[in-house]
């Protein structure tokens, strides 16, 4: 089940009235949030403050999933101070189902896929210039690409370098890196994403992979990552979920096609 969290009212207010009429926004940055009661305020408050200095109009999904902490509270807080902050929920902890829901109901001409340990304004610039370009529809920040710069554990690190191996052998993916931020345009990713079949931590690399499969033009950019706080999930209970949806993804894409 996936519900939007608003102000509470029992009765829809003006501002909400004026908020489903406002202009579609130019940019839509969709953010998963798990337990990230810790961070979550400082980060959407930088967040806003730094996009403040571009001219762009934009709504920020925050994609709440399953927290077990005070994230929805703090999430309702912030949808009271800042009008352009959208916050869906789901029920279940599922990174995956979370950013797909987040994209399909995006209504920007562009979309931002972010965490909230990162919030990462240099990659919008940088990714919106490129979509200016009418033959760029999706664009990848890349961790492991020449001019990355990777500041996670070594451990996550080599965790990426394996994964993304292992999507280049089982499925052709013909890129550097899959998981992380992206930017993409609206309308002809939308389609892509709602027929993915895969959630948690490989809908990013199905939605990567059959945007590249079908022939839409894929370009990557390097980035710094430095993370705010460590994993919310670990690295070790994610592994077995990862290789069971690895084989699922085959399945989907080699044999379903």
Request: aromatic share 6%; glycine share 6%.
């Amino acid at each position: 089940m996936t519900t939007s969290l608003t102000a509470p009212s029992g009765e829809r207010t003006d501002r909400q009235a004026l908020s489903e009429a406002r202009i579609r926004p130019f940019i839509s940055i969709v953010i998963p949030v798990y337990n990230e009661e810790a961070i979550l305020r400082a980060a959407v408050v930088d967040l806003v403050d730094q996009l403040s200095a571009f001219p762009w109009s934009y709504e920020l999904v925050l994609a709440e999933n399953g927290s077990t902490d005070r994230t929805i509270e703090v999430a309702t807080e912030l949808v009271e101070r800042f009008e352009q902050l959208v916050c869906q929920h789901t029920d279940e902890p599922n990174y995956g189902k979370a950013l797909r829901e987040g994209i399909l109901r995006a209504r920007g001409s562009i979309v931002m896929c972010d965490e909230i340990d990162l919030c990462d304004t240099d990659f919008y610039e940088r990714a919106v210039a490129l979509l200016q370009d009418p033959s760029v529809d999706f664009v990848v920040g890349s961790k492991v690409m020449e001019g990355a710069t990777d500041e996670r554990p070594l451990y996550r690190r080599l965790g990426t370098v394996v994964i993304n191996g292992m999507l280049r052998v089982t499925l052709g993916f013909q890129g550097t890196d899959t998981h992380g931020l992206k930017a993409f345009r609206r309308e002809p990713v939308q389609p892509i994403a709602d027929a993915c079949l895969i959630d948690r931590d490989l809908f990013a690399s199905e939605l990567v992979i059959r945007a590249e499969r079908a022939g839409l033009g894929v370009q990557e950019i390097p980035v710094r990552v430095l993370e705010k706080r460590p994993p919310t999930i670990g690295l070790a209970k994610r592994v077995p979920n990862v290789l069971k949806n690895l084989a699922k993804l085959f399945i989907a894409i080699r044999i379903k096609g």
